[in-house]
């Protein structure tokens, strides 16, 4: 069929082909395990009087003092709140952090390392997007990022997720060039998936969840913390169910000022407790732990 026509094939990102999931090789999770399970655990910081941010209430002005304070709960209290939940239950956490944070709260991500999660970069603030820089600011950002974290940290961050989500076409090439090996930015699959880049380096998209995710589940449709909690539950006993047939990743996206409320918290703690219930069955882990994971199988 002719290129120009209005029936040829839609236009498509070249980063990796269509692959069923049963038409796969099969493997599995460190100790023969089939299920990974992961918390996603984002810190955010936003700019006081300007930029994006996830909205309580509407805005008429700035400064938005209304939904910046609503924010800035889930690093003052949410978060430890969240963390002591996660000591209590022996759960890894992989750390989804803004560097502006190393300015803010250092003392926060501190306590996150030291409880030995991995910290994934994400962006130095989530009051600005990614996707509309031009690719030396953004090759920029990426470096930054990496240098802040393995400065602050020890540990330089194998990891990425897009403060949005947001990318451009050249996101996942520059990634690659910048030294990092997985981004979570793409939610197209229950298993890792190698992306293509132009450096031939390539790049694990590591499965990232938008629909078990405090933020369109709260935020944009309006579930309430109870019902929540019953989506972790449903997705982690369907998932364990498949993950007979093919080794699978859930990941859970975490958002201290959302799930860090006392009233969701509770919710919270009944998800995880239903989840740890079933350890022994599991690979509870990190993303970085996953990509470390694949490429011994298959680099």
């Not at 949410?78 to 209590?88: I, K, M, P, S, V």
């Not at 970069?121 to 509309?132: K, L």
């Not at 990634?175 to 790049?203: F, I, K, S």
């Not at 080794?247 to 740890?276: D, E, N, T, W």
């Amino acid at each position: 069929m002719n290129e120009t026509s209005p029936f040829a094939a839609l236009a498509d990102h070249g980063r990796f082909d269509y692959q069923g999931i049963h038409q796969r090789p099969d493997y599995h999770w460190p100790g023969g395990k089939r299920l990974a399970v992961y918390l996603g655990f984002n810190l955010e910081h936003f700019a006081f009087g300007e930029g994006m941010g996830a909205k309580l209430g509407a805005v008429f002005a700035e400064p938005d003092v209304l939904n910046y304070a609503w924010r800035e709960y889930g690093n003052r209290v949410g978060a430890w709140r969240c963390l002591e939940l996660f000591d209590a239950l022996e759960l890894p956490a992989g750390t989804i952090a803004n560097t502006a944070l190393y300015d803010h709260c250092p003392e926060l991500l501190a306590a996150c390392g030291a409880r030995g999660d991995e910290l994934i970069a994400h962006g130095h603030s989530n009051a600005t997007y990614q996707g509309t820089l031009e690719e030396e600011q953004e090759r920029a950002l990426l470096v930054h990022c990496r240098e802040r974290m393995a400065a602050a940290s020890g540990a330089t961050p194998s990891g990425w997720l897009s403060p949005w989500i947001g990318e451009s076409v050249h996101t996942p090439d520059l990634l690659a060039e910048t030294g990092y090996r997985y981004t979570l930015n793409w939610c197209h699959d229950d298993q890792p998936v190698r992306m293509r880049t132009r450096d031939g380096r390539g790049l694990w998209a590591i499965p990232y969840p938008q629909e078990v995710n405090d933020i369109p589940m709260i935020i944009a449709r309006k579930l309430d913390a109870r019902a929540f909690a019953d989506m972790i539950i449903d997705q982690f006993d369907e998932m364990l169910a498949q993950s007979q047939r093919q080794p699978l990743v859930m990941g859970i996206a975490l958002h201290p000022y959302l799930m860090g409320q006392p009233y969701r918290l509770r919710h919270l703690r009944r998800a995880l407790q239903h989840i740890a219930g079933h350890r022994e069955r599991l690979w509870l882990t990190t993303p970085g732990a996953i990509c470390d994971h694949m490429d011994s199988l298959f680099s």
